[in-house]
């Protein structure tokens, strides 16, 4: 696990204001495959943020990809992303 590069990514995220947010290291599960072969890391991110309300999927991974833009190909290698708005309650 590299736990400086999650620490990089949650510090990055955190520019986002989550209401909540999981960063998984996958890395372990890609081992022998091509783009692992240099040491990049595949993540996997669950992030819930006010900021998403209203956008489409895309548009949020943008601002995800906008914040790690300079980590890929190199550190990171794959990013899954799992990106939604907090859920209103009923007041």
Not at 8 to 18: H, I, M, N, S, V
Request: charged fraction near 15%.
């Amino acid at each position: 696990m590299n736990t400086d590069l999650m620490n990089q990514l949650q510090t990055r995220l955190a520019a986002l204001a989550p209401e909540s947010m999981l960063v998984e290291d996958e890395s372990h599960l890609h081992a022998g495959h091509a783009g692992n072969s240099n040491g990049a890391s595949h993540f996997r991110v669950h992030i819930v943020a006010p900021c998403f309300e209203n956008k489409p999927m895309i548009a949020q991974h943008r601002l995800v990809y906008d914040l790690l833009r300079d980590l890929m190909p190199y550190p990171i290698h794959a990013l899954a992303l799992q990106t939604k708005a907090p859920i209103k309650g009923n007041s």
